[in-house]
């Protein structure tokens, strides 16, 4: 054998040999970023439940969970005069100013605990309207949910704009999670969830 092909062999064997070890370099580099990827997405959902666990910290007095629906509900059914968004005693209105108070004191006490997180909350107020002939239930509905928030404005309890949002719908005879016929005059009610929206938890 020629010296010249001796040399061409051993290139080529020096060629896979290189080629081998950037294999296993480029190997080793993709299952440690892997590793901390897995790591980082184990961070993040951790830190996810970890908030929603904290917006249930709702206080017992004023809402009731509903685990099926995912929500809050009031334990008081708010009363409205029929066919109006007025509230139909001072005793609602006072506690509806105490439920202000209390979604006030968790966003304020969230916005300090995730200060150094990129999370933000919405207050949603949802009205709903029983099942009556009434032909502008929806808009009602929303009348409703809108005579929270000025109630809440009105007594000054105003949430940081910096932390959350305040949405105001109306749900009319629509929606999930309705009583039946029987109980449809409860249906006229108001419902209130706290929902985070988690932006970059690294």
């Given at each position: ?125 949802e ?7 009434y ?10 949910a ?13 949430l ?16 999930v ?15 209130i ?10």
């Open positions: 054998m020629s010296k010249k092909s001796n040399f061409f062999w051993a290139s080529y064997a020096d060629l896979m040999t290189s080629l081998f070890f950037i294999m296993l370099v480029l190997f080793i580099l993709v299952i440690a970023m892997m590793k901390r990827q897995q790591k980082a997405t184990e961070q993040q959902l951790k830190s996810i439940i970890e908030v929603q666990a904290a917006v249930k910290e709702l206080p017992e007095k004023y809402f009731a969970y509903d685990s099926i629906y995912k929500r809050f509900s009031l334990i008081e059914n708010i009363e409205f005069q029929i066919n109006t968004d007025y509230f139909k005693n001072k005793k609602d209105e006072e506690y509806l100013i105490n439920v202000g108070k209390s979604i006030k004191k968790l966003i304020d006490n969230l916005g300090k605990k995730y200060s150094d997180r990129d999370i933000r909350y919405i207050v949603l107020i009205g709903m309207a029983s099942s009556d002939p032909p502008k239930n929806y808009e009602l509905s929303y009348l409703r809108l005579a929270v928030k000025k109630l809440w404005d009105n007594n000054k309890i105003k940081n704009p910096t932390v959350c949002e305040i949405q105001i719908t109306g749900s009319g005879t629509g929606g999670g309705r009583f039946n016929k029987k109980n449809d005059r409860k249906n006229q009610r108001i419902l969830q706290v929902i985070p929206k988690i932006g970059n938890l690294e």
